[in-house]
């Protein structure tokens, strides 16, 4: 923008008048502003819900849907420190009995002390830079390692070092034995990588014995065997998959009572789980549906920043923000959608073999009162009888009661509910003309009108320039008389008063 000096002549205010006259067209610039920001604002609340709806969406919900999520089992062993169980879907719901016979273990080799006389007759160990010549290898001699039945040889030159015997271990042992050196002992220390005796390996060859891995110092790899129900079972490790459990034996023992049954608390905690994240979400959308307009609060200019604090600047967009989706329409939507389905009934078969309608309610799992919610609170769901809710901690715990009785009725309701809630959110986070997919607002609208209101910024702010160019000019013009006249007027002035002297 170029420098104006104006109001020399005149004596005028000139920038205070045309910023008057040009100020209808400063507020469009100023209300084209604000309503970009806080569509931006907008777009940031629209951004963090939609996140949240689709963690919700695609976690919990989600697995909820199936099958898995009610058929929880556990078992319990009756020496726990002998044994750890793991209880799959399928395992069946009975009582067994185990013994552990033995254990799997790594075979492992501690190496004979690798010594050799010094100049003055004394015995020294070994070490890393000990070459072999010094322990009585001529030549090039051969080692070979065997394990699991398969045999690989290495060669041993008198010139090599200790370091050098260690790493060609290694390579050629490659993923079947550790191996390592131990300088202040003197000593080779191997031990298979895998367990059982699968594992096991020997040294043999011109250079074992100068090497010390003949030794007599060896555990050979054992396998673990188990015997459950009479049956025996063997393995390379302590681990057995077994007709759906997972056993994995930690220490010999007998007669250790296996009871595999229904996990009632676990099958809760999942449903529980659900509620409570259903719970979190709808208490976010009816706090920014419920919230102040704030109307009155507009979008403040630069002008009408620079009057205010930081601190007042922040409370003041702050109440903007939080009504942002006050009575959004798209918001409403999306509760209503929800509540239809938390208040839907589903056909279930009971244990008795009869079909009853059933809904949230049957369970113990409802709304609390009206009047005596706050309103932010009314569609949060409370289970009965729940410790952690004080609302409805005191009632009857019909979903646990339900749980033990009758949990295939149980799971055909919630896998029902859980399915119908899921089809009902793919169905409002449907991608549109102006939404993306799995996104619950017109993300696609509101990047548009975002670049909309460049253009009108933009326009607005050619259209102020253009004015306050104009009026400049004008005020211009004025000046450059007055100049003119103020000239001539000192000229007369001059001249008449020329001859007095």
Do not use: C
Not at 3 to 25: F, H, V, Y
Not at 260 to 275: E, F, H, R
């Amino acid at each position: 923008m170029p420098i104006r000096i104006t109001g020399m002549n005149s004596g005028l205010d000139t920038e205070s008048i045309i910023t008057a006259l040009t100020q209808t067209k400063q507020d469009k610039l100023d209300n084209y502003k604000g309503d970009q920001k806080k569509l931006t604002w907008k777009q940031d609340k629209w951004k963090e819900l939609n996140k949240k709806v689709n963690s919700f969406y695609n976690g919990v919900l989600s697995n909820m849907r199936f099958s898995s999520a009610y058929t929880k089992k556990t078992t319990v062993a009756s020496k726990p420190s002998a044994v750890s169980i793991v209880t799959g879907e399928n395992a069946m719901n009975t009582i067994q009995n185990l013994s552990i016979t033995s254990l799997s273990k790594n075979a492992y080799m501690t190496g004979d002390a690798m010594e050799y006389e010094d100049e003055t007759g004394k015995k020294v160990k070994a070490s890393s830079s000990t070459t072999m010549d010094k322990l009585g290898i001529s030549g090039t001699q051969t080692l070979d390692i065997t394990v699991g039945g398969e045999t690989k040889s290495i060669e041993i030159k008198e010139t090599d070092k200790v370091s050098d015997v260690l790493n060609n271990l290694r390579n050629a042992a490659g993923s079947d034995l550790d191996v390592n050196f131990d300088d202040k002992n003197g000593r080779f220390y191997i031990s298979s990588k895998a367990a059982g005796a699968s594992g096991n390996f020997s040294f043999s060859g011109d250079a074992a014995s100068a090497l010390g891995l003949d030794s007599e110092n060896y555990i050979k790899g054992t396998n673990a065997v188990i015997n459950l129900n009479g049956v025996e079972y063997e393995s390379n490790s302590n681990t057995f998959e077994i007709n759906g459990l997972t056993i994995t034996a930690n220490e010999v023992a007998e007669n250790i009572t296996l009871t595999t049954k229904q996990d009632t608390s676990g099958i809760y905690d999942n449903i529980k789980n659900m509620i409570k994240e259903y719970n979190e979400l709808v208490k976010e959308m009816s706090t920014l549906y419920n919230a102040d307009k704030a109307k009155k609060y507009s979008m403040l200019t630069d002008d009408q920043k620079e009057a205010l604090s930081e601190k007042e600047v922040e409370e003041w967009e702050n109440k903007i923000k939080d009504g942002l989706l006050s009575g959004d329409e798209t918001l409403g939507n999306i509760r209503n959608g929800l509540k239809e389905i938390i208040g839907s009934g589903f056909d279930v078969t009971l244990k008795d073999g009869t079909t009853s309608k059933m809904y949230l309610s049957s369970f113990g799992i409802a709304t609390g009162s009206y009047f005596n919610t706050e309103e932010n609170e009314r569609d949060v769901l409370h289970i009965d009888g729940d410790s952690d809710d004080s609302v409805s901690s005191g009632n009857t715990d019909l979903l646990n009661a339900m749980i033990s009785t009758d949990p295939d009725a149980v799971q055909s309701f919630f896998t029902q509910f859980s399915q119908s809630l899921y089809g009902k959110l793919s169905n409002l986070m449907k991608g549109s003309e102006f939404s993306s997919a799995y996104t619950i607002y017109e993300d696609k609208l509101m990047a548009s009108q975002y670049s909309a209101y460049n253009t009108k910024i933009s326009d607005a702010q050619k259209a102020l320039e253009a004015a306050q160019d104009k009026l400049y000019k004008k005020f211009s013009v004025m000046e450059t008389a007055l100049a003119k006249v103020n000239s001539t007027s000192g000229s007369l002035s001059s001249y008449f008063g020329g001859g007095s002297g």
